[in-house]
């Protein structure tokens, strides 16, 4: 059976085109979403779907690539509105579905006042929706086969899709951050708490094992030049990681050295693109986060900072 290429919905977060999408996958009994997004973007989600002919009830399953609010927050409420939705995610991801209370608290400290705003409703997934993942399954999605790799290094429970049919590849955060305007320029997402570089270019390696033609990021979209887009994705990850390596030896507050970096990335944005497009990438990918996020990897790589 000849299956459909990939759709991609804007989920228009916070009104925001070219910010937070949806992978949609099709098959005769209806549709798999790669990551349904937060509750505050669920409007757009099911605008989205509508366009392309169906509805959340027609949603089979959610394939979670990690337990993110961007990516993931919508899961519960998915769920409890549709309980014969089955729910994917890997399993150090899953006890976070199913009792999201701690990982509110982490998302929390850093979005304070806003998580509401931002994300809305972050309901528990009922543990008999959940599917658990390692990493190495071939999944039956009504015929559709679809692989699942372990790909950590943006996340420890992070899991990318490769669609066999179609040779398209579903890399959450793992492949990064691009906009439309600038498909050369790749942004690593690095918040807190557990980046690690050397599992995230394992990862790289092991996506590109799978010879994609197509590869599919949650901000923003899809490219159809995965070996170029990776490469980029490689050159910013190693600057960003290098200026805050070198950034923890300087003298003042993380709140200055944070400041600094940002500073330094967002002009190398500008490089690209316009002003007005460059705060998209601060939307997609908070940039004092990023700091953080290295900061902490490079405090733990010298035994300066506790591990989790």
Known sequence: MAFP?????????????????????????????????????LGGLERGLARLGCSLGDVRGLLLTHVHLDHAGAAGTIARQHP????FVHRRGAPHVIDPSRLLRS????????????????????????????????????????????????????????????????????????????????????????????????????????????????????????????????????????LVRASLDEPGSDAGRAQRFVARVRADIRRFVAESEARQYDVAVPLDHCWYGLARYWRKRKGSEPGP
């Open 84 to 87: 014969e939705t089955r729910v």
């Open 107 to 242: 998302a929390g400290q850093l979005y304070g006042d806003e998580m509401e705003h931002l994300w809305g409703e972050v309901a528990p997934v009922p543990a008999a929706s959940v599917q658990i993942l390692d990493g190495g399954e071939a999944l039956d999605l009504d015929g559709r086969l679809v692989e699942v790799a372990y790909t950590p290094g943006h996340a420890s429970h992070h899991v990318s899709y490769f669609d066999r049919e179609t040779a398209s590849v579903f890399a959450g955060d793992t492949g990064g951050v691009f906009l439309a305007a600038a498909p050369q320029l790749v942004i690593p997402p690095t918040p807190p708490p557990d980046i690690d570089l050397d599992a995230w270019a394992s990862s790289l390696a092991h996506i590109r094992q799978w010879q994609p033609r197509r590869l599919f990021v949650t901000h923003f979209g899809a490219t159809e030049h995965p070996e170029a887009h990776l490469a980029s994705l490689e050159r910013q990850l190693a600057t960003m990681s290098d």
């Open 5 to 41: 290429e990939p759709d991609y919905v804007d989920l228009e977060w916070l009104g925001r085109s070219g910010v937070i999408g949806t992978a949609v996958l099709r098959t005769d009994r209806g549709a798999w979403l790669v990551d349904p997004g937060p509750t505050s973007a």
